[in-house]
């Protein structure tokens, strides 16, 4: 396992097909602008409903990254 010092960040992430889809949103949106993801903990899962249906799945997950030394 390496050294190195990470952080850790919490993301809400929705769909409107699964909680699946949902942590993947989430992660594939912040893999835009952060560097090196290691772990997504799934921690919370709920749904937005309307009318009586379920209209969007939401993942709330916390995601680390590792900090880059400057160079």
């Known amino acids: 396992m390496s050294v190195g ?3 850790i960040i919490e993301l809400v992430g929705s769909s409107a097909v699964s909680w ?3 942590a993947k949103n989430a992660v594939e949106t912040a893999s835009k ?3 090196d993801l290691r772990i997504a903990e799934v921690k919370e899962l ?3 409903i309307e009318e009586g249906k379920v209209v969007a799945y939401r993942t709330r997950l916390h995601l680390s990254f590792k900090y880059m030394e400057k160079e």
Do not use: G, I, Q
């Open 5 to 7: 010092t990470y952080k």
């Open 20 to 22: 699946e889809d949902a």
């Open 33 to 35: 602008t952060l560097r």
């Open 46 to 48: 709920d749904l937005k």
